[in-house]
């Protein structure tokens, strides 16, 4: 069959067992993973990728350069682990939730410069999405920027978590080419005060 066909299909079927997990019926189109990984090049350092389903957002990270040594796939579907494992040998991909990230090594030790995520935040509870952002905040640079994408209208993390963790976010731009249109937010520390 078909790459691309086998690929929606097998995602289509992973919904069909898991809805609230995968949260969505298919992958993200092209003009979405371009749009999230638009300011990461080979420059950014090692990349951590949150719930790659299928690998959208990874093909894209690997054609912007980042190389497959330098990514760090997290994922807790067991049927997306396996496929992603086989497929980007060179990547660490890892089978379990993204809430944990604080407690394993990646990178041996090496900050990564952003985190890409896939991860459907809005079907998540804010205590999870809390534990989630502390420790993708844990494992990056201080520059290091959060990329979140969602199908909401608004920025799909709480202001009142935004604000207890220190951070900002900022809308990157929007996509109607995908199913269903999406839109992009990019998360930083907020800067702290000029002396
Ligand atoms: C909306 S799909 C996005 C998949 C892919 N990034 C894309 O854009 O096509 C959500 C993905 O996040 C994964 N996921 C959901 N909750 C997770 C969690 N707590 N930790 C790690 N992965 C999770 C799902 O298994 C699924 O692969």
Same mark, same amino acid.
């Given at each position: 069959?078909?790459?691309?066909?086998?690929?929606?299909?097998?995602?289509?079927?992973?919904?069909?067992?898991?809805?609230?997990?995968?949260?969505?019926?298919?992958?993200?189109?092209?003009?979405?993973?371009?749009?999230?990984?638009?300011?990461?090049?080979?420059?950014?350092?090692?990349?951590?990728?949150?719930?790659?389903?299928?690998?959208?957002?990874?093909?894209?990270?690997?054609?912007?350069?980042?190389?497959?040594?330098?990514?760090?796939?997290?994922?807790?579907?067991?049927?997306?682990?396996?496929?992603?494992?086989?497929?980007?040998?060179?990547?660490?991909?890892?089978?379990?939730?993204?809430?944990? #990230?604080?407690?394993?090594?990646?990178?041996?030790?090496?900050?990564?410069?952003?985190?890409?995520?896939? #991860?459907?935040?809005?079907?998540?509870?804010?205590?999870?999405?809390?534990?989630? #952002?502390?420790?993708?905040?844990?494992?990056?640079?201080?520059?290091?920027?959060? =990329?979140?994408?969602? =199908?909401?209208?608004?920025?799909?993390?709480?202001?009142?978590?935004?604000?207890?963790?220190?951070?900002?976010?900022? =809308?990157?731009?929007?996509?109607?080419?995908? #199913?269903?249109?999406?839109?992009? =937010?990019?998360?930083?520390?907020?800067?702290?005060?000029?002396?």
């Amino acid at each position: 069959m078909n790459q691309p066909i086998a690929e929606t299909l097998s995602f289509f079927q992973a919904w069909l067992r898991s809805p609230r997990r995968v949260a969505a019926i298919a992958p993200s189109g092209r003009a979405l993973a371009s749009l999230i990984t638009r300011e990461i090049s080979r420059d950014t350092g090692p990349v951590i990728e949150l719930g790659p389903g299928t690998g959208a957002f990874t093909r894209a990270l690997l054609a912007r350069g980042i190389r497959q040594e330098d990514l760090a796939l997290i994922e807790a579907g067991s049927e997306f682990a396996v496929v992603l494992q086989a497929r980007y040998p060179g990547a660490r991909t890892l089978w379990m939730d993204a809430a944990r #990230l604080r407690t394993v090594e990646l990178f041996e030790g090496r900050p990564a410069g952003a985190v890409v995520s896939g #991860l459907p935040l809005l079907s998540i509870a804010p205590r999870k999405v809390m534990a989630i #952002l502390i420790g993708a905040f844990d494992k990056m640079r201080p520059d290091g920027a959060f =990329y979140q994408f969602t =199908y909401g209208p608004r920025c799909p993390v709480p202001s009142r978590v935004l604000d207890h963790l220190g951070l900002t976010a900022e =809308y990157m731009g929007g996509t109607l080419a995908n #199913l269903p249109p999406a839109a992009v =937010y990019r998360l930083r520390k907020t800067a702290g005060p000029r002396s």
